[in-house]
């Protein structure tokens, strides 16, 4: 089993920052891959960003390049979502999951990644 458990989400005006963090404990030595993910309200479920814990590689929902960074903290099992110029939009649910090599070689998928934290709620109002 492996544990996620999100943190640092919160209430911010348009153009603002926040820094989302997901530590990671239990038996993590099968966990490749990292992802975060988001829900809106009314929304369906939205990838955000993942990276490949070997290498570092990432990828990013066209909706948040260039404002949002995902990176890790390999020493601590902790994985960060630094997410900058927010919007409106941005408002949603957001979710840590973690998941094998495979979720890392396709498109941000869900359904590729088996464990989840409990979600941090980041609400951007103008």
């Known amino acids: 089993q492996v544990l996620l458990v999100e943190s640092g989400g919160g209430s911010v005006q348009a153009g603002g920052s926040l820094r989302l963090s997901c530590a990671a404990s239990?038996?993590?030595?099968?966990?490749?891959?990292m992802g975060w993910f988001r829900q809106a309200p009314g929304k369906e479920r939205e990838g955000v960003a993942r990276i490949y814990v070997s290498s570092g590689s990432l990828v990013y929902a066209d909706s948040v390049k260039g404002r949002f960074t995902i990176s890790q903290d390999n020493a601590k099992n902790t994985v960060y979502l630094q997410m900058n110029s927010l919007k409106v939009e941005d408002t949603a649910m957001y979710y840590c999951a973690a998941g094998s090599a495979w979720a890392c070689m396709s498109p941000i998928q869900y359904a590729n990644f088996p464990d989840w934290g409990q979600g941090t709620q980041v609400t951007v109002s103008s």
């Open positions: 239990g038996n993590t030595s099968n966990v490749n891959c």
